[in-house]
């Protein structure tokens, strides 16, 4: 929990440094649709982060492993049928 309230300077600051490269020329719209994400995203990172917090208490990681190793499989099956 500590790591991810952590990250969050981290990511502002990132963002910051993108929109500094990018310019402050934003039209009224990209601006309002860059604050209403912004929020959103917010939020959600923390019912989220929640949700986590509270299955992590309740239970193990094995269906986290489980979808590791499936996701593996998966993705070495892609790139091994792909190449």
Same mark, same amino acid.
């Given at each position: 929990e500590y790591t991810f309230f952590l990250a969050i300077p981290v990511m502002f600051g990132a963002s910051l440094l993108k929109v500094v490269k990018f310019g402050f020329a934003f +039209?009224?719209?990209?601006? +309002?649709?860059?604050?209403?994400? +912004?929020?959103?995203?917010?939020?959600?990172? #923390?019912?989220? #982060?929640?949700?986590?917090?509270?299955?992590?208490?309740?239970?193990?990681?094995?269906?986290?492993?489980?979808?590791?190793?499936?996701?593996?499989a998966v993705v070495l099956l892609y790139f091994g049928l792909a190449a």
């Open positions: +039209t009224s719209m990209e601006l +309002t649709l860059l604050i209403v994400g +912004t929020v959103v995203s917010f939020i959600v990172s #923390l019912f989220v #982060l929640r949700f986590l917090m509270g299955y992590i208490k309740k239970h193990d990681f094995k269906v986290f492993g489980w979808y590791r190793i499936a996701l593996g």
